[in-house]
């Protein structure tokens, strides 16, 4: 946790010469500092709107248009992108699209509830916010289709997990999983406005990856949606699980470990070291008999 102290220092280290000669540390945290400080301020805004991957955003626009899409295709299409996909489920909590006040946590259920013509629209209007915001996420583009990739990964996997495993609905476990690494996005997408930090992108990696479960956590709460699903967002990193998974927190984990593994390198560590699934974990039996289908549901939702 970042100290005010700390960053007051820079302000008063002084070498032997009678310069000044701010430790480098203490450099680092003030960049961190400010930078956080102004994200605080940009995420009590009624209104959050940031670049994910701007490719799979034109892409949902594009495939919108088939006039012969049913339900099952447009929320397939729809959860190919982490932001269009948690509005829309925003919207469909609404009381315009939710009178009675019962609350949904899936795509599926959105498309339904809003209708086609609303999803087109909404997507439509997103779609451009993207494209115009994609200059902020350049500096960054690898690094979100990275992000991007891993989501769909995570989100396939939570989905499999979900039905194989516990009486989680699915469709909410695949939300999950796309939408759990939505703060990253975020971060990428701020930082682009600061130099120093698009110069130094250990400091940058160090404040993402410690940030962007609560970042994460808070975009998801300004759209109002179910407490069990902003509480995975907010732990997923945490390294708490069980086998099998008792609710959406330990799906989430569960599924982000995996992902990270599938991909071929171990998660960040968590608190308590743990930083990948042991080599005797019991998922992995499941996840290499359905293999095939969380492949499908990965090159589905790309």
Not at 38 to 46: I, K, N, T, V, Y
Not at 193 to 203: A, I, Q, T
Not at 209 to 233: C, K, M
Request: aromatic share 6%; glycine share 4%; hydrophobic share 45%.
């Amino acid at each position: 946790m970042l100290d005010r102290r700390d960053v007051d220092q820079v302000n008063h280290g002084w070498g032997d010469s009678g310069q000044k000669a701010p430790d480098p540390a203490v450099e680092a945290a003030s960049r961190a500092f400010r930078f956080l400080q102004e994200l605080a301020s940009d995420l009590s805004q009624e209104s959050i709107s940031f670049p994910t991957f701007v490719d799979a955003t034109v892409k949902i626009r594009d495939a919108l248009r088939d006039p012969d899409a049913d339900v099952g295709r447009v929320a397939q299409v729809v959860s190919g992108e982490p932001l269009l996909a948690a509005r829309l489920v925003h919207l469909a909590n609404s009381v315009a699209f939710n009178p009675g006040g019962r609350k949904i946590a899936d795509v599926r259920s959105a498309v339904t509830r809003v209708g086609f013509n609303t999803v087109r629209t909404t997507a439509a209007v997103i779609a451009l916010e993207q494209v115009r915001a994609s200059k902020d996420l350049a500096p960054f583009a690898a690094e979100a289709e990275r992000v991007w990739r891993h989501s769909l990964d995570a989100a396939a996997i939570a989905y499999v997990l979900a039905r194989a495993l516990t009486t989680l609905r699915p469709d909410e476990a695949l939300f999950a999983g796309l939408v759990h690494d939505i703060g990253r996005f975020y971060l990428l997408s701020r930082a682009s406005k600061y130099p120093e930090l698009v110069e130094h992108r250990d400091e940058l990696e160090t404040i993402v990856q410690e940030w962007h479960p609560s970042i994460g956590q808070a975009i998801l709460q300004q759209l109002d949606l179910p407490e069990a699903l902003t509480v995975a967002v907010a732990e997923h990193e945490l390294g708490n699980y069980r086998f099998p998974p008792r609710n959406m927190t330990h799906l989430v984990t569960l599924a982000n470990l995996a992902a990270h593994w599938r991909e071929g390198r171990a998660a960040p560590p968590g608190p308590d070291g743990t930083a990948e699934l042991p080599e005797d974990s019991p998922v992995f039996p499941v996840l290499a008999e359905a293999a095939a289908e969380v492949q499908s549901l990965i090159n589905a939702l790309r």
